[in-house]
């Protein structure tokens, strides 16, 4: 029997309606049919077939841009929405070099820039001029928000803000899609004005040239090399040299930088909004998002022993206790997802 007819057998043998949850899983009956029809659309292109695990690095890197490529295509073809492409991505069974673009650059874009921003970045996003990524941990701090030390200096002479990596262990680390794929950054750092420090904000980076690629002057990274895992993803390090950015590139939907330097919060904003992005990424990550196994893969042949009843049953009994928590975990980010600042 195929690894699918044993996880049909055994949904069959569920007490609760499997078809029924299904739908409420996936937000109503004509969602889940969009995503059947999706499914067929991915599982029969050739380019976004799995690759082989045994390939290089750098071979399965290739393999997982073209896939990323044809995905593109695919949306347009198809008219898909943002949503129905980031849909389509999962489906992979991979995580994607440009995964971070999606799941983190773009909501944060839309999240926290105002109307004017968003009408300047996003078309130039759709296009695929701008490739971006999320550049927040540092060697030496991770995600340590309040420890991060890259610096943003307002310049008020030129209405400037200055990049800045003050030393080694500043240097922003493992990002994905920073090592070669993306051409601009969303970086975090501290702003500085006139010697004041107003805490950590976002600010837009262009890191590449649009043309050549290259790494942008005053622009120091690279990827990181190979990792235990996701190495279909170019995980990389950058560091700053008084890179200069126009002020208008601090997203500025609830905290804004006027021209003379004074910070402006919106009234009633959470000065912590600026993590929004964070949340998303947590809800996708709860929803088993980075490497969710397709069911239209080649499953030809025994399946291997671990997959046979017995292994099911314990995997069963293991993951039963969590189920209520899943489940909670799925519709309350959907709800958190629907209330988000948009």
Request: hydrophobic share 35%; proline share 6%; glycine share 8%.
């Amino acid at each position: 029997m195929t690894t699918i007819g044993l996880l049909d057998a055994e949904r069959k043998k569920a007490s609760f309606d499997v078809d029924a949850l299904t739908l409420v899983l996936a937000g109503s009956a004509d969602a889940h049919a969009k995503k059947k029809r999706m499914l067929g659309i991915v599982s029969g292109d050739a380019v976004l077939q799995r690759g082989q695990a045994s390939a290089s690095r750098t071979q399965r890197h290739i393999q997982s841009l073209a896939k990323s490529k044809r995905l593109v295509e695919l949306k347009r073809q198809h008219g898909w929405s943002l949503e129905e492409h980031i849909q389509a991505r999962r489906m992979m069974g991979e995580v994607l070099p440009d995964d971070v673009h999606y799941s983190m650059f773009i909501p944060n874009i839309q999240s926290l820039c105002s109307d004017e921003q968003q009408a300047h970045w996003l078309p130039r996003i759709e296009s695929g001029e701008v490739f971006g990524c999320y550049a927040q941990t540092e060697l030496s701090h991770g995600s340590n928000v309040r420890a991060l030390r890259t610096t943003a200096t307002y310049v008020r002479e030129t209405d400037e803000i200055e990049i800045d990596t003050p030393d080694l262990e500043a240097t922003k680390w493992w990002p994905g899609g920073l090592g070669l794929t993306a051409n601009h950054a969303m970086v975090f750092a501290r702003l500085i004005v006139d010697g004041v420090d107003h805490g950590v904000h976002n600010f837009i980076v262009q890191i590449r040239d649009l043309l050549t690629h290259e790494p942008m002057p005053g622009v120091r990274l690279g990827d990181i090399g190979p990792k235990i895992g996701y190495n279909t993803v170019d995980n990389g390090y950058a560091a700053f040299a008084r890179v200069r950015i126009p002020r208008s590139n601090m997203p500025c939907r609830y905290t804004s930088l006027t021209r003379d330097g004074a910070l402006v919060r919106n009234p009633g904003v959470n000065p912590r909004v600026s993590y929004i992005t964070m949340l998303g990424n947590a809800r996708a990550v709860r929803r088993g998002r980075p490497s969710v196994s397709a069911p239209w893969r080649d499953h030809s042949g025994p399946p291997p022993t671990s997959c046979r009843l017995d292994g099911l049953r314990r995997l069963e009994a293991a993951l039963r206790p969590r189920r209520p928590s899943l489940a909670a975990f799925v519709l309350v980010s959907d709800r958190m997802q629907a209330c988000a600042p948009c």
